[in-house]
């Protein structure tokens, strides 16, 4: 399998409501290659991007453990230039995203 260069890590904690996972860059777009995403309680976790100017949702369910979301060489999020990526979790959950942020789409 190939591994995963030159990446950055975010860890997050959720709030209840909307909060950045990976903050916007002027002019850079952001590529999530893998997700980890951690709760103590059953969670359905809303992850907010938008793609080619569509907005789009991954929803990924987690009861009492860790769900991964493997690097597998295609990115699981693809942000426009210039914007973030979102997400909706409980304050039991935590997400670890692997990201680049590239220049241009």
């Known amino acids: 399998m190939p591994q995963l260069q030159s990446t950055k890590v975010a860890v997050v904690a959720g709030t209840g409501s ?3 996972l990976v903050a916007s860059s002027t002019g850079k777009s952001i590529h999530v290659w893998q997700l980890l ?3 103590t309680t059953t969670d359905t976790v809303s992850i907010v991007f938008t793609q080619a100017g569509t907005a789009t949702t991954i929803k990924v369910a987690v ?4 769900i991964v979301l493997p690097y597998t060489g295609a990115p699981w999020a693809i942000a426009d230039v210039g914007t ?3 997400f909706t979790a409980a304050a039991t ?3 670890s995203a ?7 789409g």
Request: no cysteine; hydrophobic share 25%; charged share 0%.
């Open 18 to 20: 909307s909060a950045n």
């Open 37 to 39: 995403v951690t709760g």
């Open 63 to 66: 009861t009492n453990g860790t």
């Open 84 to 86: 973030g990526i979102t």
């Open 93 to 95: 959950t935590t997400l």
């Open 98 to 104: 692997y990201y680049t942020i590239g220049i241009g």
